[in-house]
């Protein structure tokens, strides 16, 4: 993707964005990764968000401000994502065809860590607010500010998000324990 990053007409606002967004990528693409759960959606994820950004450029004021800039735009690709899958019937591979493939590294993550499917089951406004919270180690507000919600709704939906966690996760270690 690197070598995408060069602009033909040399314009100063595009040329700093990208030069900006090269030094982030890495860290967004994670951050798609563990919002949306795939590889794959995440790189496109990613790519959409630079993308968006590129053609936003003029609207970037403050270099300093980049990187909440960028995850705004971020958040919002993925939140759109989610929103389609709900919109698009997903038909299931036979395993006899994919058993070559290698296996995504988010999905192998979400589905070893106990935390993670945790996560994954909850609704998606909730799981972006934990992923920005613990896994970006943003503060609230500048969580708020991603995802464009007052403060006090970004509290209500961690706390939602950690009660709901906790439960399902009290329901899965009651279940091993029993024979």
Known sequence: MEAALVTRDGD?????????????????YRLAGLILGDAHEAQDATQDALLRAWRSAASLRDPAGFQAWFDKILVNVCRD????????????IDDAVSVGAPRDPFRDVLDRDEVFRAMATL????RIVIVLHYWADLTLEAVAARVGWPVGTVKSRLNRALTTMRGRMDAAAVAEDRP
């Open 123 to 126: 609704d998606d406004d909730l």
């Open 81 to 92: 994502r989610l929103r389609e899958r709900g919109k698009v019937r997903l038909l299931a």
């Open 12 to 28: 100063a606002a595009t040329d700093r964005i990208l030069r900006l967004a090269e030094a982030e990528l890495d860290r967004a």
